[in-house]
């Protein structure tokens, strides 16, 4: 399911605003108001967009942006450009708008002392909207984060913590629930801390809804309690969610009548289509087959007329998208420029190439030296252990000059041993002190110990990888350096061995057997270090990861 927090109202007068707009023409005739009708036009179009309103006279906007251009202050002309772009997004000419918003990014002076933050703001979060109705999921996700940027810049915390949340839609387009899940629990965070209740309320619909998808059914209904106890009226949206839990959770009864009230009250077909869908599966698994094949005809019915509006608005888009003359003559004004950046990236492209391979063969190397190292400490160790014994023979066949030599060379090695701890355990204490003292961790471990009252969920394991990542940042890269992938099983199993869990107590985590946990440990050896080892010899490569 798609939620997204931008609904752009079709309600509009057009009386009032073709009035509206001849009154603005006869001002601009006259030269003294010319700056005075301009801005007329801008704050206009800025009405109808902040009351959800399409904004119309694009014409009047095309003549307004290039006056500013000319005549107006950096602002002024970002101003021009945004509400430009908005005309042509209510247009559903979504390359023409696109532009505008580039050339409004374009006209800002960040350095400043008073430029409009805000605006920026708006205008990098009306990109990010339009680059999600594409799907371009990382091209809304860059400018979502400077929409972020100007925001806080701004002091509006409220839009900060609104671009945040909507940066969850990217995740969804590329299918990446963990870090869905991360943000929405983060904004609900956020928008409590910063006293904005209602928002932070409003991010459990999607919330539960993903938990229902991934069969989190306890936490799903711990914020549907939670959500009910604070909300009097809720929307049809979470009606439809928690119709959905109840039905996941096998109370069918409990499940229908929520589903009817979606359908009795809702505004629109998509509402229609998800109470249908709701009641054909709550009725399948019932004796009242007739109810059922009723709803799937509908549900079909509701399904074909989502679809053909969709088509009808993509085929619309398409026809502007290559019928709107503006965009070829820009390409062909800025050729020079096209051809100049086009060898600038291909410049960019072969210094990253030569850069990331810089960096590949350092880190290849920094491993080799490690291990080198880590080799060369294991046998001194066995030295100093061999040549304490050989002294003690010594001793007893009294042969001092011997003994002496022996003696230095326990000097020499003791000093290498204490270097090499000095240098890398030290570091390695640091980091497993802190892991192993963080809330999280303790929580997995009082789970090892009683199972039955307590229950990892897919949020503890994103808090645990969080902790790791950011004590030592290279820990995940170096599992991957030698494999392509590693299967998610395999990757929990690695991080609590870096945690040191006890093979028992990683069979009860992951719920596998402990010859099972011993098997997956043999076989990672080869497959991260690419030869043979032990179970116990992994567990001591891996937890020797401290950088």
Same mark, same amino acid.
Request: aromatic share 12%; proline share 2%.
């Given at each position: ?10 309600? &509009? ?41 399409? &904004? #119309? ?8 942006? $290039? ?56 205008? +990098? ?49 590329? +299918?990446?629930? @963990? ?22 309320? $409003? ?14 059914? #306890? ?21 439809? =969610? ?21 359908? %009795? ?41 989502? &679809? ?10 398409? !026809? ?11 390409? /062909? ?28 063969? =350092?880190? $290849?190397? $920094? ?9 060369? +400490?294991?046998? @001194? ?5 061999? #040549? ?7 001793? !007893? ?9 022996? #003696? ?30 963080? @809330?999280?961790?303790? +929580? ?9 009252? !307590?229950? /990892? ?8 990888? !969080? ?23 395999? /990757?929990?199993?690695?991080?609590? %061995? ?13 719920? =596998? ?35």
């Amino acid at each position: 399911m798609s939620f997204t927090h931008y609904n752009i109202s079709n309600r &509009v007068c057009p009386q009032r605003h073709t009035l509206f707009f001849l009154l603005i023409l006869l001002l601009s005739s006259c030269g003294g108001g010319r700056r005075a009708a301009m801005l007329a036009v801008l704050d206009e179009a800025d009405s109808l967009n902040r009351n959800y309103l399409p &904004v #119309t006279g694009d014409s009047l906007l095309k003549e307004a942006a $290039r006056w500013f251009d000319s005549h107006g202050s950096a602002n002024e002309r970002v101003r021009a450009h945004y509400l430009l772009g908005c005309a042509y997004r209510d247009k559903g000419e979504a390359p023409a708008a696109l532009q505008c918003y580039h050339d409004a990014v374009d006209c800002a002076d960040t350095t400043a002392s008073d430029c409009d933050y805000r605006l920026l703001s708006r205008v +990098h979060g009306q990109m990010g909207y339009l680059f999600y109705q594409e799907y371009l999921p990382q091209e809304q996700l860059n400018a979502l984060n400077k929409a972020i940027h100007y925001s806080r810049l701004s002091k509006d915390t409220l839009s900060a913590i609104k671009f945040y949340e909507f940066s969850a839609s990217a995740y969804e387009l590329s +299918h990446n629930e @963990d870090s869905m899940l991360s943000i929405y629990n983060k904004a609900i965070e956020e928008y409590s801390k910063n006293g904005y209740a209602e928002e932070s309320y $409003r991010c459990y619909e999607p919330l539960i809804d993903l938990l229902i998808d991934r069969d989190s059914l #306890t936490l799903a209904y711990d914020y549907i309690k939670k959500y009910k106890k604070k909300v009097e009226n809720p929307s049809l949206l979470f009606n439809y =969610i928690e119709g959905k839990y109840y039905l996941m959770a096998g109370q069918i009864s409990t499940s229908l009548p929520l589903f009817y009230t979606v359908l %009795v009250n809702a505004e629109d077909l998509n509402d229609s289509l998800l109470a249908y869908q709701g009641l054909y599966k709550a009725y399948k698994n019932t004796t009242q087959q007739d109810s059922a094949m009723y709803c799937a005809d509908k549900y079909y019915w509701a399904t074909s007329c989502v &679809v053909e509006r969709s088509e009808a608005k993509n085929l619309q888009q398409l !026809n502007s998208a290559y019928n709107y003359s503006r965009h070829q003559q820009i390409a /062909i004004d800025k050729a020079k420029e096209s051809a100049l950046t086009k060898t600038i990236l291909f410049i960019c492209i072969i210094v990253f190439t030569i850069f990331a391979n810089g960096m590949f063969y =350092i880190i $290849r190397k $920094r491993k080799k030296e490690r291990a080198e190292l880590e080799l060369q +400490h294991e046998n @001194d160790v066995q030295e100093l252990f061999k #040549t304490r014994k050989e002294i003690d023979c010594l001793v !007893n066949e009294k042969i001092p000059s011997m003994i002496s030599e022996k #003696t230095n060379r326990i000097h020499e090695l003791q000093a290498k041993i204490e270097e090499y701890q000095s240098i890398y355990l030290h570091k390695r204490k640091n980091a497993d002190k802190r892991l192993l003292e963080s @809330d999280v961790c303790q +929580h997995f471990r009082n789970i090892c110990k009683d199972p039955s009252k !307590n229950r /990892i969920d897919e949020t503890d394991w994103i808090k645990i990888k !969080n902790l790791l990542a950011e004590t030592i940042p290279h820990f995940f890269q170096f599992l991957t350096l030698n494999t392509s992938s590693l299967r998610e099983i395999e /990757i929990r199993l690695c991080v609590l %061995v870096r945690l040191y869990f006890k093979p028992k107590e990683i069979s009860v985590i992951l719920q =596998i057997s402990q010859s099972e946990v011993s098997v997956l440990r043999s076989r990672l050896f080869m497959k991260i270090y690419g030869e043979n080892g032990s179970a116990k010899e992994f567990d001591k490569r891996i937890q020797s990861i401290s950088d």
